[in-house]
């Protein structure tokens, strides 16, 4: 039989690992990545509670992004509202410290799809399908 004592220590050493985290990657670098295809455009317009990235139009192909620090407290977020030809005034966070603190410790990216928008999991390399987009 193994001994339980020491299941006691992992939030202590999950706690610390966090904190750590949070000092290290004091800038994270977002981007979004328009591969709608056929030539069709994407108009973003992305913000946080301290900044207005400004409406931003990302031709077929093209990309936009930007950097930023993540704040202590855990709050950083930027949240985007966009458009294409079938989708109006999607909102979505590019960044939210909750979801994105270990899953884009350094970098988030995002690829937008005509079938939805994938993000990069920086802790596995893959990216990921996050969101269809609404009927
Ligand atoms: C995308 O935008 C460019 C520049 O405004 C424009 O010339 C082009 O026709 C647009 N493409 C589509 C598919 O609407
Ligand atoms: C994006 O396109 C819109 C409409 O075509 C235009 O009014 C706006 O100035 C453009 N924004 C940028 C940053 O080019």
Redesign the pocket.
């Known amino acids: 039989m193994k001994p339980p004592g020491r299941i006691g220590y992992t939030p202590v050493f999950v706690l610390v690992f966090c904190l750590c985290n949070i000092v290290l990657s004091d800038k994270v670098h977002t981007s979004i990545m328009n591969r709608l295809g056929n030539?069709?455009?994407l108009t973003i317009h992305c913000q946080s509670k301290d900044d207005d990235l400004g409406q931003q139009?990302i031709?077929d192909g093209s990309e936009f992004g930007w950097d930023f620090s993540v704040n202590v407290g855990g709050t950083t977020l930027f949240y985007c509202d966009m458009e294409w030809e079938k989708v109006q005034q999607y909102h979505f966070d590019a960044y939210s410290f909750a979801r994105d603190f270990t899953r884009c410790e350094s970098q988030c990216l995002w690829l937008i799809s005509t079938e939805g928008m994938y993000g990069l999991n920086g802790q596995t390399g893959y990216w990921e399908f996050m969101y269809y987009w609404p009927n």
């Open positions: 030539g069709r455009n139009n031709s």
